[in-house]
């Protein structure tokens, strides 16, 4: 299984960048974040989310958002790979709502801590809820951003000690669109490259 070339790249400086707490939402200070023109409003919010888009997009719809699993799987690690890493697993998942895709998910995480290990592997906790498992909140950091023809996408990175993953998301740029439901799905490529 090879990995998404995106999420095989070195990462490179982060466009957005915070650390694992909620400062900017209790902070009494100012909050300012810019991304890239070229995107509306609820498409930042989304771009910017530190690991609760299902969370934002269920709210967005008043409705369920579910998760499909496509890939779970443990892979080698590389020969190069830096020599604190126990394992790497390939995720891939897609976000449903009201059976519509409504995002592509796919990530590579890198466990280096034993514990971690036996919790995902031994005890059968996934990768997405093992920062709440773990009660450790992550630190965020956007890697990059883009538009295809019909998709909206982000790279990011979410890291606790002992744990990295690194995720792409594909979402359809008509997510938005008026009563976007209920029409009939459009034939979308969750293919980007990343730059």
């Known amino acids: 299984m090879t990995p998404p070339a995106v999420l095989d790249l070195p990462p490179i400086a982060p466009i957005v960048k915070t650390s694992g707490h909620f400062g900017d939402v209790v ?42 699993i496509l890939e779970d799987v443990q ?25 519509k895709i409504v995002c592509n ?21 996934g990768i997405s809820p093992i920062f709440r498992y773990l009660d450790k909140l992550p630190s965020f ?11 909206f996408w982000r790279e990011y990175s979410l890291k606790i000690p002992g744990v990295d993953c690194r995720f792409l998301e594909v ?5 938005f669109d008026e009563n976007w439901l209920e ?3 459009e034939e979308i490529s969750w ?5």
């Not at 466990?111 to 995902?120: G, M, S």
């Not at 293919?191 to 730059?195: F, H, I, L, S, Y």
């Open 27 to 68: 902070s009494k200070r100012d909050t300012s974040l810019s991304l890239p023109d070229g995107f509306f409003g609820f498409e930042r919010i989304l771009l910017t989310a530190n690991g609760n888009l299902q969370r934002l997009i269920s709210a967005y719809f008043n409705k369920t958002v579910s998760v499909k």
């Open 75 to 99: 892979v080698p690690l590389k020969e190069d790979e830096d020599p604190s890493v126990i394992a790497r697993f390939q995720h891939e998942v897609n976000f449903l709502c009201n059976s």
């Open 171 to 175: 979402l359809p740029s008509s997510l």
């Open 191 to 195: 293919d980007v490259e990343a730059k």
């Open 105 to 125: 998910a796919k990530s590579q995480v890198l466990i280096k801590d034993q514990e971690v290990y036996d919790l995902v592997v031994e005890k059968g906790v």
């Open 141 to 151: 950091e956007l890697h990059g951003l883009g538009r295809t023809e019909k998709t």
């Open 183 to 185: 029409k009939e799905p």
